[in-house]
């Protein structure tokens, strides 16, 4: 089937819908994402907006189990699609008070203190990502530092792989998990989330830290879950919910505070040297003997969307079509569209390769230069990069590594902080100011190994500054959390 066939049928299934009164969510989310992925912005934005109202329908009718179900659906079919955080704060903004408002109205028994030290970390599924690698590391600098009297659980809501079942019981972590709810679960994922707040009761769990991802977040923590809670984003800032005691962020060990959309937002910073090991010297030439002897690999360690950035795209055709001896590499779960039509476009797709998911630590030193995306970056798989010596060039945006890491250093107000060309240039990490500067820093790259190793010794030693602050960074966390 060709493009121009997918995409007629893709219009035809987006008349049908709206022609019908079509009102099956799923079909809905499904059409939306398609049309965001070939880039029918107007109608998809219809389909988003005729999910949420289906969505607040139900919810307004107290069918709260299927509207927390269709809104992870909203979440993966129209907000994970553009990684940016405008984005994800305009869609939350569409229903974060509704279910805030509806879990106040339930009738659920009053919250009794618990212990003080027992801590539950929520997630919404159990395996190992960037954020669940950060809490464990988090956990292990805790017990490095004696303290062995906080009691650590985890609640999983979604699907759990066995083996981060593996690394919890290798840490003698408890774990709460109720099964993976579908649209058509016996149990709800409303009475799993209330199962969930008896259990926090029964084992006098007095603290909760969700962790990062925001769905669910809105309902469960307004319930409230447990007397202490805690919102850990460590990626956007898109809910603040009243009943939570502390939100917290990411960023530059000398700040104290953020302001996202109006609202405060305390600062930890993250440890993101969590995943560096060292690779046999035959792994890496065993995957570079693919390539050209004389090849210059640049690539990018990701998931799709963070790469689904059209100036990024652009940006990497532009330095392919300029350099025939380079090649890319980039992961994911699939091809973007988008992708293959771009950089079509530059003629360079036959040099660029998709390796899906990989062992990230192993590529980040396969790689001769990690080409960060923006405006929305790679923390851990940027932090591999560094970690092994592999010049990263990141981008002056709030959420890349240069954002995370040393924007709040440079001036009193992070979002109002803006660099020129020489400061990127010279700061730990290797930072462009502009897009036009990101094509040059890599092309500079390109063409001077020496300059390249030099690059590469620099952001080592930041990640060697950092590793040694990990612990720091925990016992930080581990104050916040345990504070007023």
């Not at 004696?146 to 792989?161: G, K, Q, R, S």
């Not at 190793?453 to 990640?463: A, C, F, M, S, V």
Request: charged share 20%.
């Amino acid at each position: 089937m060709t493009t121009l066939t997918k995409i007629a049928e893709l219009k035809q299934s987006y008349d049908a819908l709206f022609s019908s009164g079509e009102s099956n969510i799923v079909n809905i989310c499904n059409i939306g994402r398609d049309l965001t992925n070939q880039g029918f912005k107007e109608e998809a934005d219809k389909c988003f907006d005729l999910a949420v109202k289906c969505m607040l329908l139900l919810l307004n009718s107290s069918k709260i189990n299927t509207a927390l179900k269709i809104e992870a659906l909203i979440y993966s079919s129209f907000v994970k699609t553009k990684e940016d955080e405008q984005h994800y704060y305009q869609c939350f903004q569409c229903w974060t008070r509704e279910f805030q408002g509806k879990a106040r109205s339930m009738s659920l028994p009053p919250l009794k203190p618990g212990v003080s030290s027992r801590v539950c970390f929520v997630l919404l599924s159990g395996m190992l990502l960037g954020h669940t690698r950060v809490m464990l590391s988090v956990i292990d600098e805790w017990r490095k530092n004696n303290h062995t009297e906080v009691e650590i659980f985890v609640a999983v809501l979604h699907e759990v792989h066995p083996n981060f079942v593996e690394n919890l019981s290798s840490r003698g972590i408890s774990l709460i998990h109720y099964g993976e709810p579908t649209l058509n679960d016996p149990m709800s994922l409303m009475e799993a989330i209330q199962a969930l707040r008896a259990d926090l009761q029964k084992f006098d769990i007095h603290t909760v830290v969700w962790v990062s991802i925001p769905v669910y977040s809105s309902y469960a923590l307004a319930l409230p879950l447990a007397p202490r809670q805690i919102f850990w984003s460590l990626k956007f800032h898109p809910v603040t919910i009243p009943e939570v005691q502390h939100h917290i962020c990411g960023g530059h060990a000398s700040e104290k505070t953020r302001i996202y959309h109006g609202h405060l937002w305390k600062v930890v910073p993250f440890p993101l040297t969590v995943s560096l090991t060292e690779n046999k010297p035959e792994n890496i030439k065993k995957i570079r003997s693919q390539f050209p002897k004389d090849a210059v690999l640049l690539g990018i360690l990701a998931r799709e969307e963070k790469y689904n950035s059209n100036d990024y795209l652009v940006a990497v055709g532009t330095i392919l079509a300029k350099n025939p001896q380079c090649h890319f590499i980039f992961t994911g779960r699939k091809i973007l569209p988008k992708m293959i039509e771009t950089f079509t476009a530059y003629s360079v797709w036959e040099r660029c390769h998709f390796v899906g998911w990989v062992d990230t630590n192993l590529y980040a030193q396969v790689l001769d230069i990690f080409l960060e995306s923006f405006p929305f970056g790679c923390a851990v798989t940027g932090f591999q990069a560094m970690g092994h010596g592999t010049p990263l060039v990141s981008f002056q945006a709030t959420d890349t590594v240069f954002g995370y890491q040393l924007r709040g250093s440079l001036g009193p107000d992070f979002n109002q902080v803006v660099i020129d060309e020489q400061t990127g240039e010279s700061l730990s990490i290797f930072t462009a100011a502009n897009l036009d500067h990101y094509i040059n820093l890599v092309q500079r790259l390109i063409d001077d190994p020496v300059f390249r190793l030099e690059i590469g010794k620099r952001e080592q030693q930041y990640y060697s500054s950092e590793s040694a602050a990990a612990n720091d960074y925990a016992i930080r966390l581990l104050n916040l959390i345990q504070s007023d």
